[in-house]
Structure formats: C-alpha cells, structure tokens
Nanobody
C-alpha cells in the first residue's frame, strides 16, 4: 500500500486549496477512504471519509460545509477541496484507508499552513 499526498501550501484565511492523494498497491476502487490531519502539537483528527464508489461522504463538524472530499477511481486518486480556510486548519494532512484508520498514516502527508 502506498499513499502519496500533495497539494499543501501556505494559504490566507478564507482561501482555498485542493489536496490530492495518489494511491497504489491495493484495489483503490474497493476501499472506503478518508482524510485525517495532525495539527502542531496535537493528535490525529479524522475530518472526512468517502465510500468506495463515491456514493456518500461524511465530514467532521470542524470542516463540514467548507471541505469537499471526492475520488476518481479510474485514476486511483482521492481529493480534498478546502474552501474558507481558517488558521485552525493548519496541519499536516494525510489520506488513509478506512481499514487502517487505527494505524499510523502511511504517507508523508502534505503541509497546510493558513496564515495572513
């Protein structure tokens, strides 16, 4: 299993970013997927999940209405569109299989910094 996150950057409050996760080494289209994050000095926080076929998604209260999770099973890609960014969204963002949420993230993550 390999998960490679990208797209993190420095953004201003109220700005937008789109994160990507390239998946390989497993049958991506058969797996529910998630985005989790780790803010400086804090533990891992689940923020969003999507069913294997993209038929439904869920969000934490911290990001609901601002973030949108999506996937492209033909490309083995997972995405997170982040709008209305806040300083408290500053974190390293990871993607993860639902079956591996209790494990440490596999990828290196992608850093998002929200600051003016």
């Amino acid at each position: 299993v390999q998960l490679v996150e990208s797209g993190g950057d420095l953004a201003q409050p109220g700005g937008s970013l789109r994160l990507s996760c390239a998946a390989s080494g497993f049958i991506f289209r058969n797996n529910d997927m998630n985005w989790i994050r780790q803010a400086p000095g804090k533990g891992l926080e689940w923020i969003s999940g999507i069913k294997y076929d993209g038929s439904s998604s869920k969000y934490s209260s911290a990001v609901m209405g601002r973030f949108t999770i999506s996937r492209d099973n033909a490309k083995n890609m997972l995405y997170l569109q982040m709008n209305g960014l806040k300083p408290e969204d500053t974190a390293v963002y990871y993607c993860a299989k639902s079956t591996e949420l209790s494990l440490p993230p596999r990828g290196q993550g992608t850093q998002v910094i929200v600051s003016s």
